[in-house]
């Protein structure tokens, strides 16, 4: 479909200033244009993530160049293709990771970064994949290096990032262990495949990963919440363990004594995804194409959607977010 074919104009979400959900806002602009090697994508669904709550506040501004309209994943229909395009093609049902702009009924998204939507899957399911399954393969298989046979500890395990790493890593042989706050959760993330699940409200998490190892600690922790568990998880660490440090919901500063990296020889390591270049990203497109989009066609895994809503409602998705109350994905659909 050529571009003269597609509306002018498009409602998207923007944030005006910096602060809570009350700063969102609903606004017409003009549909953007695929630029070489990028395609148009008409927007189906978007995924809410953290990474979006904290730009809002003023904390995680997209990198130079991008536009500042939020929304960091997308499922949709591709309608239009840059110079150079040749896959995907016009009309293909996809899911893309994009730097922004996927808050709005059109977004530009870079060609090697859409994948194709699983066979189970409704374009809307699929929009809520990329952020989680690009940012956990990369972090718990590279980084973390875990392998089958080895412990992992996932924080979060009801979040959409946990509920992703509680699978794939159970799925790739793994012992896994989640936290959560509270005992719904706690059964959430073991009805998804965790072995053990610990509510971080009622348990000491370094005590109950040494009393379920044995004393030996886990091989690997995955953890978006800092502050205080930088420590704590240092300590729950197995010789040779890795901490995967993925986001921070509490200070990033902290004091700690690194006696225990030395006599355990462990790795403290992390990563952010959002900057990194079109190439890198792309490798780790591939390897969710060879890896993981199988057992998403097979619903060997899958992405758990625990509530959606409609673009002009994103001030409730944000609030819902924030709260914490949700296990699994939320989502904004735009009505197309």
């Known amino acids: 479909m050529p571009m003269s074919d597609l509306p002018t104009s498009m409602r998207q979400i923007r944030f005006e ?11 017409t602009a003009p549909v953007p ?28 501004p997209p990198p130079p160049g991008a536009t500042d309209i939020p929304g960091l994943e997308i499922g949709g229909r591709v309608v239009a293709t840059g110079e150079g395009v040749t896959t995907p093609k016009l009309g293909d049902e996809v899911c893309a990771l994009v730097i922004s702009g996927g808050y709005a009924e059109y977004c530009v998204a870079e060609a090697p970064l859409c994948l194709p939507v699983p066979k189970p899957l409704s374009v809307l399911e699929a929009a809520g994949l990329p952020e989680n399954y690009y940012t956990v393969y990369d972090n718990i298989f590279t980084r973390g290096r875990l392998v089958a046979g080895e412990t992992i500890l996932v924080h979060g395990g009801s979040s959409g990032i946990g509920s992703t790493a509680i699978q794939l890593a159970k799925h790739a042989g793994a012992t896994v262990f989640a936290t959560a706050g509270s005992q719904d959760k706690c059964d959430f993330c073991t009805s998804l495949g965790a072995d053990a699940a610990i509510n971080y409200r009622a348990e000491d998490f370094v005590a109950e990963v040494k009393r379920l190892t044995d004393g030996k600690g886990v091989d690997v922790i995955l953890d978006m919440v800092g502050g205080p568990y930088i420590a704590r998880n240092l300590a729950a660490l197995a010789l040779e363990g890795r901490l995967v440090q993925i986001a921070f919901l509490q200070p990033s500063r902290v004091d700690i004594d690194l006696m225990p990296v030395m006599l355990r020889r462990l790795t403290i390591t992390g990563s952010t995804l959002r900057a990194r270049s079109v190439a890198l990203k792309a490798a780790i497109a591939d390897h969710l194409r060879r890896d993981v989009w199988p057992l998403l066609d097979t619903g060997t895994v899958r ?25 699994g994905k939320i989502m904004l659909e735009t009505g197309k």
């Open 17 to 27: 200033g910096s602060g809570g959900p009350d700063v969102i806002r609903i606004e």
């Open 33 to 60: 244009v695929p630029g070489p090697g990028q395609v148009l994508v008409e927007v189906v669904a978007a995924g809410v993530n953290r990474p979006d709550c904290l730009q809002r506040a003023g904390g995680y």
């Open 303 to 327: 992405p758990v959607i625990h509530a959606t809503f409609p673009l002009e409602q994103a001030q409730a998705a944000h609030a819902l977010m924030e709260s914490s109350a949700h296990s």
